[in-house]
Structures are given as C-alpha cells and as structure tokens.
C-alpha cells in the first residue's frame, strides 16, 4: 500500500483516486 507516503490531510484525496481506480478496472473486466 502506498497510503504509508501520502500526507494525512490528502490521504481522504487519494483514497477517492484509489477507490475510483478500483471501480475503472472492474469495469474495464
């Protein structure tokens, strides 16, 4: 996981970016 080098305050930030990744690769398959 790379949440451990992301800054708190933009952990809420990349956790949408994360999750959205999630989402575009179950739907790609």
């Known amino acids: 996981m790379f949440f451990c080098v992301i800054p708190n305050r933009n952990r ?7 999750f959205t990744i999630i989402i575009n ?3 790609s398959h």
């Open 12 to 18: 809420r930030v990349t956790f949408s970016i994360y």
């Open 25 to 27: 690769f179950r739907w």
